[in-house]
């Protein structure tokens, strides 16, 4: 029996749907399937999906919302046990491609370009919560050149950008993920405390 149908069984649909569209996603893409797909996927009747979800968009940001939770419980997780600021930093970098190494499926979900996330406040709630995650470790950093928002901004970046790189294949062998985005943190942060800010250098 599927990890879905062993939930549903368990009397929870709504998360048995939800792990059956991360891997439909995988397959098909955001949006290649249909609820009744769903369903069938997770071994329920076609109409059983929607005491849960009204239709294929609310179950996709469902999905995603959920996966935007799971970051951000990584995440936490990091900021409790690590008080150095600069580690915890490049911690937070290293979680956040494990957790995308761990589930691409579920990780490109979140980030579809198909999902309407201003017609869901759960799903903007749960996009936000890592990044108050970010923005509370660059906030813990000294002597940066920017703002707590362009901190985290630029920190989210360097780990989105090695996360996506790393589940599409494109990333170099010579070095671990774990090690190419650690040591561009590193190399974000060197910078981000000897230069002007941006503001400074545009009005030069």
Known sequence: MSEAKRSYHHGDLRNALIE???ALVEEKGSNGFSVSEAARRAGVS???PY?????????IRAASASGFDALHLALVAASEII?????????????YVQFAQASPSRFRLMFSSGIDKSTSPELLAA??????????????LPALSISTDEGATALWSIAHGVATLTIEGLLSDTTTPEQTVGLLVRSWLAGARRHESPEQLTAT
């Open 20 to 22: 059956v569209t991360f």
């Open 46 to 48: 076609v109409a059983a």
């Open 51 to 59: 005491r849960h979800f009204a239709d294929r968009e609310a179950l």
């Open 83 to 95: 008080d150095d600021s600069d580690e915890l930093a490049e911690e937070l970098a290293v979680r």
């Open 127 to 140: 996009v936000m919560r890592p990044r108050r995650v970010l923005e509370e470790a660059v906030q813990g």
